[in-house]
């Protein structure tokens, strides 16, 4: 498991003056938190190559200093699919997601910690030889697309897509970019910077994602309405420690420092 402990001075941001004001006692029915993510989420959280059950990446790096700032231990580690983490968060046995864009079905078994922590692009994956022109979301009612289950791209193109697209889904990201690169659909819709980081690691020079976004949407870090730890005091101090690391712009560090990490990975796993 990837323990994230308190660990004083954890990073260069880390700073004393700061800390003691967003900390909060350990509460007794909340000694550790059990947290966990979307796997397939590079360069904000991927697994480690040889211990599976880590986790790496930005929210990795974030998560391991807010557990220094809030004096309360961050156990996160791969619980399975993404749509497995939703469900056990929904069931009270894991009690943080460390990414998630906000949706009216999720909110009603977890809640959102204000403000966001970062912002992000949804694009349209095409292939290069087989590209369309697209400006607005009717403009993709006559093709056939691919996505992964479980994922939410903004609740308002999620509905659109359901009520007026034509979208498969797979299991994982590896397979739907694979079927794209065979012209196999039309256009895949995925995270711009995930999406990026998986066409590197498969070596994949035939995709490129469309100028115009689908949605730009914000990650919040969530807690379980099940958990011990869903308490008004954690709640707020974890809201604290947000704004204060946003203030401090830590998110382009941690997300600079995943990309270098994932990268140099990647070229280890080729050799």
């Known amino acids: 498991m990837n323990k994230l402990r308190l660990v004083g001075l954890a990073s260069m941001f880390l700073m004393v003056s700061t800390a003691s ?3 909060v006692s350990v509460q007794p029915t ?6 966990s993510g979307n796997a397939e989420y590079p360069p904000y959280l991927w697994r480690e190559p040889d211990h599976p059950k880590r986790f790496n990446g ?3 790096f974030l998560m391991e200093d807010i557990s220094a700032y809030l004096g309360i231990e961050i156990d996160l580690h791969y619980e399975g699919s ?3 983490v939703q469900a056990e968060v929904a069931a009270g046995y894991i009690d943080m997601i460390t990414g998630a864009f906000f949706t009216t079905p999720r909110a009603e078994y977890m809640d959102y910690i204000y403000p966001e922590f970062q912002g992000t692009n949804t694009a349209v994956w095409v292939n290069k030889d087989k ?5 607005e979301w009717k403009d993709l009612i006559p093709y056939q697309g691919i996505t992964v289950i479980n994922n939410s791209f903004g609740e308002k193109f999620d509905e659109y897509a359901k009520q007026y697209l034509s979208i498969e ?14 012209k196999r659909v039309d256009y895949l819709i995925y995270e711009e910077n995930p999406g990026l980081a998986y066409i590197e690691r498969q070596g994949i020079t035939n995709l490129e994602a469309l ?3 689908v949605s730009s949407e914000n990650l919040y870090i969530t807690i379980s309405k099940k958990s011990s730890c869903n308490t008004p005091e954690i709640k707020q101090a974890l809201s604290n420690i947000v704004a204060k690391f946003n203030q401090q712009g830590r998110m382009q560090w941690y997300l600079d420092r995943a990309l270098k990490l994932w990268k140099q990975q990647q070229k280890a796993a080729q050799k």
């Not at 909340?30 to 947290?35: G, N, Q, V």
């Not at 590209?131 to 400006?135: D, I, L, N």
């Not at 797979?170 to 794209?180: S, Y």
């Open 169 to 182: 889904e797979v299991g994982q990201l590896n397979q739907g970019l694979g079927m794209l690169s065979l």
């Open 131 to 135: 590209t369309f022109a697209y400006k």
């Open 21 to 23: 004001s967003a900390n």
């Open 82 to 84: 993404w749509g497995r």
């Open 58 to 60: 930005a929210i990795a």
């Open 211 to 213: 100028p115009v976004k």
């Open 30 to 35: 909340c000694e550790r938190i059990k947290a």
